[in-house]
């Protein structure tokens, strides 16, 4: 029995006041970020801990009044020997994680859904390329945020859309990204994409959600006096309830 349904648990798939850590992880990839994260931190904590304890222990030991002729040691070999090959195994613990995560965001999985986004000044256009059968019967959605003075309760202030990104959960995105006027950027942190409008370019990132829900993200590339209101909704739903909203569409 899963024990979600037992449990219920609220996911944070969008920013918090005074939020300090990272949206819960919608993909692998975002999970993947964060253990990395954590991974690096503890390294951090460690070396951070060992430096603070060597400088107060100079501080300590060199005082003038406790040590007043200090002794003259130029160099020690086998203290850079640790200095110099520590860091460096460090690094490669530090190194092969990052390599097979930056790969692994790099890669593009055989697609079972292509999505195409344009961002215009200043909102975002979605395309299902798929169900394309010409430039006319194109099954797209023009995506513009919600003034705040038509928010419905519990709608969330700058992030909500009016038209949403329906996807399927469990399945394998291909998401297509470029502008149609000045440099945007299509930006989902719980999702873990953040990939680059640029004219006259087609990029393109792979996108597996785990879960059903709305992520909510933003363009994050200022270019522009509305930059700040081009917010993006993902929707993630259960594949039979896609595939339904699919066809009311294209009917």
């Known amino acids: 029995m899963n024990l979600i349904w037992i449990f219920p648990i609220a996911f944070r798939d969008a920013a918090e006041p005074r939020q300090l850590g990272f949206q819960d992880p919608a993909t692998p990839m975002m999970q993947g970020i964060i253990d990395l994260h954590h991974d690096i931190f503890f390294f951090l904590i460690v070396i951070s801990i060992f430096v603070l304890w060597m400088l107060v222990r100079a501080l ?36 092969i994680p990052s390599f097979a995560l930056l790969y692994s965001m ?24 798929d169900y394309n059968s010409s430039d006319e019967q194109s099954l797209t959605s023009d ?29 394998h995105l291909r998401m297509i990204i470029t502008p149609a006027d000045v ?5 989902v942190p719980s999702s873990g994409v953040k990939c680059d409008a640029v ?33 993006i909704a993902v929707e993630a739903v259960s594949l039979d309830d896609y595939v339904s909203r699919v066809s009311n569409k294209l009917d």
């Open 60 to 95: 300590w030991h060199f005082h003038y009044k406790r040590n007043p002729i200090p002794e003259r040691i130029v160099h020690g070999t086998t203290i850079e020997i640790i200095r110099t090959i520590l860091p460096s195994i460090i690094s490669m613990f530090i190194a």
């Open 106 to 129: 790099d890669e593009v999985v055989d697609p079972a859904i292509t999505i195409k986004a344009i961002g215009h000044q200043w909102y975002w256009t979605h395309e299902y390329s």
């Open 143 to 171: 995506s513009y945020m919600i003034p705040e003075d038509d928010l419905e309760l519990g709608r969330l202030r700058l992030l909500e859309v009016d038209n949403r990104v329906v996807v399927p959960a469990k399945t």
């Open 183 to 187: 440099l945007h950027s299509w930006a």
């Open 199 to 231: 004219p006259g370019r087609l990029n393109q990132t792979s996108i597996f959600i785990k879960r059903e829900g709305v992520h909510y993200g933003q363009c994050s590339e200022l270019r522009g006096t509305n930059h700040a209101f081009m917010p």
